[in-house]
């Protein structure tokens, strides 16, 4: 009983912080597709990309929010799937840049964009760090949220290289370890929603 009125208490303030997540992440989504665009780095756009697939997975989340173990954990497996297809993609997209598009990016607007996005996603982590360890749907929402952390300092440490170098490369490589942080994600929320599947049976 002690634990379900804990589960309660909890929910009404974990609901407004996902809301506020959902917020930060669909207002990045619109900044980080125009700037991808504009300065021809693959690295933001997947970036982009990445801020519109959480943003989905909140919405998710608050939709599933109070609902049966069973409820949760698919909800959590269609997250899983979305990352694994968003990194399979951005892993397709790095190569066909590689062999059919040179053009070098914008460094000057990669790094201004990644310290904004850096930003966005460290104030997203912080107030959802208290329920990392959650069921599988709070996990998801962690894991996003500090996969998209790890990933702006990337795109900040490409930019930097891409300056230095004069090279399309770094962006590429950026690109590839996204995509790896995506499908590493997206294995450890399906299979602790398998898990959740399995034991609420």
Not at 34 to 40: E, R, T
Not at 164 to 170: A, E
Request: with cysteine; aromatic share 10%; glycine share 6%.
């Amino acid at each position: 009983m002690a634990c379900c009125q804990s589960c309660t208490s909890v929910r009404p303030h974990y609901r407004k912080v996902l809301w506020f997540a959902l917020a930060v992440n669909a207002l990045m989504f619109v900044v980080e597709i125009v700037m991808g665009v504009q300065s021809g780095s693959l690295s933001l756009l997947s970036d982009s990309l990445d801020f519109f697939g959480d943003a989905a997975n909140y919405g998710i989340s608050l939709w599933v929010l109070g609902m049966a173990l069973h409820k949760r954990a698919r909800a959590s497996l269609l997250k899983a799937a979305t990352m694994a297809v968003f990194g399979g993609w951005i892993l397709l997209l790095t190569v066909y840049r590689w062999w059919w598009q040179g053009d070098v990016p914008n460094y000057h607007e990669m790094g201004v964009v990644g310290v904004l996005a850096l930003a966005a996603n460290l104030l997203t982590a912080w107030v959802l760090y208290a329920y990392r360890d959650g069921d599988s749907n709070m996990q998801s929402v962690w894991l996003c949220s500090r996969n998209d952390a790890v990933g702006n300092l990337l795109v900040m440490a490409a930019a930097g290289a891409v300056y230095v170098t004069q090279s399309k490369l770094p962006d590429l490589l950026v690109a590839v370890l996204m995509s790896c942080l995506a499908l590493s994600a997206a294995w450890r929320i399906g299979s602790q929603a398998v898990k959740e599947l399995r034991s609420d049976k």
